[in-house]
Every structure is written in C-alpha cells, then in structure tokens.
C-alpha cells in the first residue's frame, strides 16, 4: 500500500498568517496520463470531511481562493494564506492514484 | 444539489452483524462510485472500499474483506455497507462519500460495539 506521511504543525498559527501543510507519498501519484492523484480535505470539529483540492492543485467547488495546492510526484504542500478561525481542523491528504485509496494521518491546524 | 443521508447511530454487541445505509439524492445515483471511510479517534480515515451502484462492481480494502459487504439499490438510491463479527475494533465512525475525488460526504454513522 501506498503510505501517506503528514507532519504535525510545530505551533499555533496567527490569524491572518499563512501557513503551510506538507504531505510525502511513498510512491509518486504522478498517473500516465500527467495528473497527479493527491486530495487535500478539511475536517473540522464535528464535521464530515471537507474537499479542499483534487488533482493536487485544483480546488474544489465553493473552495476559498486562500487553499491552494502544490507538489511534485512525492512532495505536497497545502498553502492556507491569510488563516481564519474557521480553518481550524484536521487536514488530510489522499492518494487515489491506485488501490486501496490511502490517507495521511492529519495536520492539525490550530489558531492562536 | 447532491445530499448522502446515512441511517443513526447503532449500538452492537460482539459477534453481531450491523448494516448502514447511505441514500442519495440530487444526482443520477447508478452512475457515480459511493466509497466507504471508517475513522477511528487516533487512527485517521480508512478506505474500506466502493461500489458503482448502476453495475454492482465493488473495490475493497484487503484489510475489510470478509468484513465489509457493500450492496446498492438503485430504485431507492441507497448505498449499503454490512459489517460482519463485530469486534470492538469495529467501533467508530462510518462515512459515505462519492466519487469523483470524494466531493460529497454524508454526515457518518456512528457503530459502538460493546457488550
């Protein structure tokens, strides 16, 4: 199985800072045909989790301009620009390039 | 707009069987995978499978074979996931989604096994 590594943040973020979510697969997501297979959600507290990016960069409906998702076949970043209360939560990151479908563990986002 | 409604919360014992529905509404439900998620405190998101309700095809986790069954009705539009042997690994929270790209969740379903 692939496995999905995500680090815990080291501290709480400011609200307007910006903050930046790694997420390292065991094995690149990068697909023949040139996408790469990586979703980002956000499970708040309470809540079902939240698509945020699909397609490693590509946001979801309704997905604020502020989430934005970067990486290579590997390496993945979800950038969160100017941090609001309701982005506290729990982010995942997901591989769909082959079965089982994986996830990360989480990064908790907390605001100060 | 596109709505997964999952049936309540269960409370099991040990051994016993326990089925989860997962009814969708605002799209053409034969034509899209409904995938299956258990989360656990302190273990993450799981993928246990999917089914492509128009077909009956299933994908599963090798870890949930012999412990999930999943089943589609398409004249209700109702997603079914059956867990078999229930064990107190089992208890947590259940979550329909559909694909593409896991865009739309239902709001979980929560099984507690305990004698």
């Known amino acids: 199985d692939i496995v999905i590594t995500q680090d815990e943040l080291s501290n709480p973020v400011t609200s307007g800072e910006s903050v930046s979510i790694s997420c390292r697969s065991s094995?690149?997501?990068?697909?023949?045909?040139?996408?790469?297979?990586l979703n980002w959600f956000l499970q708040r507290p309470g809540q079902s989790p939240q698509l945020l990016i699909y397609?490693?960069?590509t946001r979801a409906s309704g997905v604020s301009d502020r989430f934005s998702g970067s990486g290579s076949g590997t390496d993945f970043t979800l950038e969160i620009s100017r941090v609001k209360a309701e982005d506290v939560g729990v982010y995942y990151c997901q591989q769909l390039v082959e079965y089982p479908r994986t996830f990360g563990g989480g990064t908790k986002l907390e605001i100060k | 707009q596109v709505q997964l409604q999952q049936s309540g919360a269960e409370l099991m014992k040990p051994g016993a069987s326990v089925k989860i529905s997962c009814k969708a509404t605002g799209y053409t439900f034969s034509s899209y995978w409904i995938e299956w998620v258990k989360q656990r405190p302190g273990h993450g998101l799981e993928w246990i499978g999917e089914?492509?309700?128009?077909?009956?095809?299933?994908n599963y986790n090798e870890k949930f074979k012999g412990k999930a069954t999943f089943t589609a009705d398409t004249s209700s539009n109702t997603a079914y996931m059956q867990l078999s042997s229930l064990t107190s690994e089992d208890s947590a929270v259940y979550y329909c989604?559909?694909?593409?790209?896991?865009?739309?969740w239902g709001q979980g379903t929560l099984v507690t096994v305990s004698a």
């Open positions: 089914i492509l309700p128009g077909s009956g095809s299933t």
């Open positions: 397609l490693m960069s």
């Open positions: 989604a559909r694909e593409p790209w896991f865009a739309y």
């Open positions: 094995k690149s997501l990068l697909y023949k045909d040139g996408k790469t297979y």
